[in-house]
């Protein structure tokens, strides 16, 4: 018999052991519980009709040591969950990133690299993986138990959870969240790949990277007429915007994230840019929250923030003429 799921990421381990931990604690404190009540039957049962107890009026060292000392036990468990629990939350800087969204009833993902998946995940091994993820209805949950890995997903915000895929393999993918009618088939399956076979995999879309997409959709919804270097000033450039903190009307700032750029593009008048007016239509109902992300991954792209997944960018490469183009007049 196996206690626990199969192990395939960092994580596996290391949940598993907290838990023990913490099941180890339960075990032994409902032995002393069991073992004392019938301890205490038997050694005080009733001995003839008129036996009466002794009264106890309490006892200051036995009541500080069984507070003191679970106190300190559940402070172990806390530290240790904690610990875990910040490293869980924060992704490395170096991890390759993947785009989830979830829609009742399906999950679909994309690469970086432009490929996309439905009920699929593909993935290698021995390298941080970090997913943003959101919804396009309902909450939802995304859940690897192999993995132990596991994140609400929620409509209108990013999530973000990462992880390092220790063992080739094919894996469950689920929904932990009732999410409708088909709630129970929200799901498939994480194949994790060596990473040779991983990039052999990525290299037979011929998609065109999901930043090239989302420049594609930026000139298609006319984006590009407006947000560029030589338009007078009419709209702000976003060149190098992604990562910064933007100045906005009323003296006030925000930082330039995935939240903001989501935001700007479904509610413009929200936060508009110190020094230019509000003329930019919304684009609520007309992308797809795939089709945001398509978006993101270019305007990150603009910041010379590599796509996440490829090698870092050498300045004064292809990556900056990738950069400068969708600016330039001809688009
Ligand atoms: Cu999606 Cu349950």
Avoid at 82 to 93: G, K, V
Avoid at 229 to 257: H, I, K, M
Avoid at 282 to 306: D, H, P, R, T
């Amino acid at each position: 018999m196996r206690f626990y799921p199969e192990a395939a990421s960092d994580w596996a381990f290391r949940t598993d052991l907290l838990q023990l931990y913490i099941n180890a604690w339960t075990v032994i404190f409902t032995g002393i519980v069991f073992l004392g009540v019938f301890f205490f039957a038997i050694k005080y049962r009733r001995r003839s009709e008129d036996e009466r107890p002794r009264a106890i009026l309490g006892s200051l060292p036995l009541e500080l040591s069984w507070t003191i000392i679970p106190f300190f036990i559940a402070m172990t468990m806390f530290v240790w969950g904690a610990t875990l629990f910040f490293e869980y939350a924060s992704p490395p800087e170096n991890a390759m990133e993947i785009y989830v969204t979830g829609k009742q009833w399906m999950w679909h993902t994309q690469h970086p690299e432009g490929q996309r998946e439905i009920n699929e995940l593909h993935v290698p091994t021995g390298r941080p993986v970090k997913l943003t993820m959101t919804s396009e209805d309902v909450i939802h949950s995304f859940f690897i138990p192999a993995f132990r890995l596991k994140r609400d997903v929620l409509p209108g915000r990013y999530a973000t959870i990462w992880f390092n895929a220790t063992k080739p393999g094919k894996y469950r993918l689920f929904c932990a969240e009732y999410c409708g009618t088909q709630h129970s088939k929200m799901g498939g399956w994480v194949y994790v790949m060596e990473p040779a076979a991983y990039e052999a995999w990525l290299s037979g879309g011929g998609l065109g990277s999901m930043a090239s997409q989302g420049e594609a959709l930026f000139s298609q919804l006319g984006c590009v007429s407006c947000h560029r270097v030589d338009t007078q000033g009419r709209c702000p450039s976003l060149q190098n915007v992604f990562g910064s903190v933007v100045e906005l009307q009323g003296n006030r700032t925000v930082l330039a994230d995935e939240t903001y750029v989501r935001e700007s593009i479904l509610n413009p008048s929200a936060k508009v840019v110190a020094g230019f007016q509000n003329i930019m239509p919304s684009f609520q109902g007309q992308v797809s929250e795939q089709n945001i992300l398509q978006l993101m991954a270019y305007v990150k792209s603009l910041s010379g923030l590599a796509p996440a997944g490829q090698s870092q960018p050498v300045p004064g490469t292809q990556d900056d003429k990738a950069r400068f183009r969708g600016m330039g007049p001809t688009q």
